[in-house]
């Protein structure tokens, strides 16, 4: 006997909910915000507009199913399982912090601020809920499959984002490796930069395209669900023992990009999230390249 379908609700805490947490009462964060210009009702209604959204599209998931909440800062701990469904409530950014922990399990975003979020992610109203949950496990429901970038690491260590995917150092730091790509003879660069950024079509919408955008890359940048990556090198310093020939490139299908790492530490980390990064230490080795899974997304 199948289980039924789970509607898993993930959502961050507000600014207000943080603010209050911070200062204790409504009152003592209003005389802070007040003493920096601002009012806490411009923060408050926003908090307003996000619970009213995730109680509407709670009440939308059917009767027959199963429901459970997480926030973001748990999405490391929680276990997601295969009948679930994903239901993200909150900005574009939150889809990608949690598209790492799934496995296949369709997922609908819900935009809570209609017009402060680009809705690249986000593509549906809350009122819009009643009328896609009761279909959004059946076959031939409309799906976008968005490629996904991951990293592994000479030790096993994996990590997976839908943006993009950073290489660098712990803070302000350098950072040194040598750097290469498969299939390209053996040939490696000794490079000295502040990080690599490898990233997708998804990616393309945020910190990719800024850096794309400021190279003034010819590169094209790819489409969400094409099988194809970009990777730029952040800030790359030439010195007598280190090279900046190896800048910019893409990754299409199979192919990856490799790194040996030749300072005392290095992160790894995506889609933004630090406090889920892969560490990495002199002489260890990790490699780049297109995900496998897909996020499938209800359009």
């Not at 007040?34 to 408050?44: F, K, Q, Y």
């Given at each position: 006997?199948?289980?039924?379908?789970?509607?898993v609700?993930?959502?961050r805490?507000?600014?207000?909910?943080?603010?209050?947490?911070?200062?204790?009462?409504?009152?003592?964060?209003?005389?802070?915000?007040?003493?920096?210009?601002?009012?806490?009702?411009?923060?408050?209604e926003?908090?307003?507009?996000?619970?009213?959204?995730?109680?509407?599209?709670?009440?939308?998931?059917?009767?027959?199913?199963?429901?459970?909440q997480?926030?973001?800062?748990?999405?490391d701990?929680?276990?997601?399982?295969?009948?679930?469904?994903?239901l993200?409530?909150?900005?574009?950014?939150?889809?990608?912090n949690?598209a790492?922990?799934?496995a296949?399990?369709?997922?609908l975003?819900?935009?809570?601020?209609?017009?402060?979020n680009?809705?690249?992610?986000?593509?549906?109203?809350?009122?819009a809920?009643?009328?896609l949950?009761?279909?959004?496990?059946?076959?031939?429901?409309?799906?976008?499959?968005?490629?996904?970038?991951?990293a592994?690491?000479?030790?096993?260590?994996?990590?997976?984002?839908?943006?993009?995917?950073?290489?660098?150092?712990?803070?302000h730091q350098?950072?040194?490796?040598?750097?290469?790509?498969?299939?390209?003879?053996g040939?490696?660069?000794?490079?000295?930069?502040?990080?690599?950024l490898?990233?997708?079509g998804?990616?393309?919408?945020?910190?990719?395209?800024?850096v794309w955008?400021?190279?003034?890359s010819?590169?094209?940048?790819?489409?969400?669900?094409?099988?194809?990556?970009?990777?730029?090198?952040?800030?790359?310093?030439?010195?007598?023992?280190?090279?900046?020939?190896?800048?910019?490139?893409?990754?299409?299908?199979?192919?990856?990009?490799?790194?040996?790492v030749?300072s005392?530490q290095?992160?790894?980390?995506?889609d933004?999230?630090?406090?889920?990064?892969?560490?990495?230490?002199?002489?260890?080795?990790?490699?780049?390249?297109?995900?496998?899974?897909?996020?499938r997304?209800?359009?």
């Amino acid at each position: 006997m199948s289980l039924a379908p789970r509607a898993v609700l993930v959502h961050r805490t507000t600014e207000y909910e943080e603010l209050v947490a911070r200062h204790g009462t409504h009152g003592q964060a209003a005389y802070f915000l007040r003493s920096r210009g601002r009012d806490i009702e411009e923060v408050a209604e926003r908090h307003r507009r996000n619970r009213r959204a995730l109680a509407e599209v709670s009440a939308a998931i059917p009767l027959t199913w199963r429901q459970t909440q997480v926030e973001r800062a748990d999405l490391d701990r929680f276990l997601f399982a295969p009948e679930d469904v994903v239901l993200v409530v909150g900005q574009d950014g939150l889809v990608a912090n949690v598209a790492k922990y799934l496995a296949g399990q369709p997922v609908l975003g819900f935009d809570t601020d209609p017009g402060r979020n680009p809705g690249v992610l986000v593509r549906h109203r809350p009122s819009a809920a009643a009328a896609l949950l009761p279909s959004a496990r059946a076959a031939g429901t409309g799906v976008d499959e968005l490629t996904m970038v991951e990293a592994v690491a000479d030790d096993t260590q994996r990590l997976v984002a839908l943006n993009e995917i950073y290489l660098g150092p712990v803070g302000h730091q350098t950072a040194r490796y040598r750097l290469g790509l498969e299939g390209d003879g053996g040939v490696v660069e000794a490079q000295a930069s502040s990080g690599v950024l490898v990233g997708t079509g998804t990616g393309a919408t945020g910190w990719l395209r800024s850096v794309w955008q400021e190279r003034g890359s010819a590169l094209a940048l790819p489409h969400p669900s094409e099988n194809r990556l970009v990777w730029f090198v952040r800030e790359a310093w030439p010195s007598p023992v280190t090279g900046t020939s190896l800048v910019a490139g893409e990754l299409t299908g199979s192919a990856g990009l490799q790194l040996t790492v030749e300072s005392e530490q290095l992160i790894v980390f995506g889609d933004g999230m630090e406090g889920d990064a892969v560490e990495l230490t002199w002489g260890q080795g990790v490699r780049v390249g297109v995900c496998e899974e897909r996020l499938r997304l209800v359009g």
